[in-house]
Every structure is written in C-alpha cells, then in structure tokens.
C-alpha cells in the first residue's frame, strides 16, 4: 500500500515532535507551577520535583527541537520508570492502570531519540551544512 502523505512525512514528524514535546512539557509546569489547572506544585527535590523539571524542560527542548535525541532519551527514561514506578503496581494492562500515557510517551520519545530532531528545529539550524539521509539517498539513487 503507497503511504497517502508519505511526501508530507518530514513535516508531520516536525508537527508530532512540537506538539508532543508541548503537551510533555505542560505535565511539567502542573507539577513545578500548578499550572494549568492550579493545583498541589511538586516539592523540587523529590521525585515528582525532578519529574517535573524533565518534563518541562524536556518537553520544551524536544518542542524546539533542542538536542532532541538526548532529550527524548531522558523523556523516555522518565516516562518508563512512571509507569512500573506509579502504574504497574496497581495492575499489568496499561489500560486499567492508567499508565497508557506512561507508555505511549516512552515508546514515542524513545523513537524521536532514535530519529533525531528532523526538520523545523534548532538542530536542523545548527546543521544545515551536514548532509542528511535524504542528501545520501538522492546521491545513491
């Protein structure tokens, strides 16, 4: 089967990487600002403190798209040991625990990291004289 938008793929990873990177680092800024939502703010040294400093200042760097494979790595990281920390110990299925978020964001940071940043980002600024997989591709055709 052709992929529909496969020609679009480079703009909607940008477009995955921004706004998972925002709605990350949002779950950050609940936990250090009580906002949005108002709220109980994390103790900054506590696990929840560092928690939410990863996510905001995680979430942000892989929104701009800031050492992106670094910073999901961490994200990732992070959100796998939510899940068997806080999640896995109430029930194994993701879907009874709550922890399907946990999962989906280590699994989806886990690719970024793999991935890299991609287009629209401060890394592709940062690089723009390097050649890309693309570059490679279109010499080796």
């Known amino acids: 089967m ?3 938008l496969g020609n679009y793929s480079p703009h909607l990873y940008a477009v995955l990487r921004i706004v998972a990177g925002l709605l990350f680092a949002m779950h950050g ?5 009580g906002w949005p939502g ?3 703010t994390a103790e900054i040294a506590s696990l929840m403190g560092l928690a939410g400093i990863i996510e905001f200042v995680g979430g942000l760097m892989i929104a ?9 790595f961490i994200a990732s990281g992070e959100m796998a040991v939510a899940y068997f920390m806080m999640h896995a110990a109430q029930n194994t299925w993701p879907i009874l625990n709550g922890g399907e978020l946990a999962v989906l964001y280590c699994f989806l940071f886990l ?3 793999a991935r890299g ?7 592709a600024a940062r690089h723009r004289s390097t050649v890309t997989d693309a570059d490679v591709h279109r010499h080796h055709a």
């Open 2 to 4: 052709d992929r529909i």
């Open 29 to 33: 800024t609940q936990k250090l600002f």
């Open 38 to 40: 108002g709220g109980d």
């Open 64 to 72: 701009i798209g800031l050492f992106t494979s670094w910073a999901a």
């Open 111 to 113: 690719y970024m990291a």
């Open 117 to 123: 940043s991609g287009i629209w980002s401060i890394d």
